[in-house]
Nanobody, 122 residues
Framework: QVQLVESGPGLVTSSQTLSLACTVS??????????WIWIRQSPGRDKEWMGA???????WYNPSLKDRITISGDKYKNQFTLSLRSVTPEDTAVYYC??????????????WGPGTQVTVSA
């Protein structure tokens, strides 16, 4: 049974770095064919694909976030992380991590964590 859980601070101040971790159980993040994804949804907006890291360590990022985003993996902790720099209140959202054979998706076709609310204060 694959489970993913997001963790990190719920409040971040503007201009700081938003850092979240996704802890995975039931599957190794090095499993062939697996992609590990960050998705977010702000109030009143559609879900936004942020980026992903593949099982071999390759990363892909949404061009709209490219200048600010880093996704990393740690196979020994079986965890992957999101760093989003220079945040503003526009980055306030529920952040989800997910596992899928697709790289770019906002659909619940794979496994998703429950999400975590992050609020960026002005």
């Amino acid at each position: 049974q694959v489970q993913l859980v997001e963790s990190g601070p719920g409040l971040v101040t503007s201009s700081q770095t938003l850092s979240l971790a996704c802890t995975v159980s039931g599957a190794a993040i090095t499993t062939e064919g697996s992609n590990w994804i960050w998705i977010r949804q702000s109030p009143g907006r559609d879900k936004e694909w942020m980026g992903a890291i593949g099982y071999s360590g390759t990363t892909w990022y949404n061009p709209s976030l490219k200048d600010r985003i880093t996704i990393s993996g740690d196979k020994y902790k079986n965890q992957f992380t999101l760093s989003l720099r220079s945040v503003t209140p526009e980055d306030t959202a529920v952040y989800y991590c997910a596992k899928d054979r697709l790289i770019v998706t906002t659909q619940r076709s794979g496994y998703w964590g429950p999400g975590t609310q992050v609020t960026v204060s002005a």
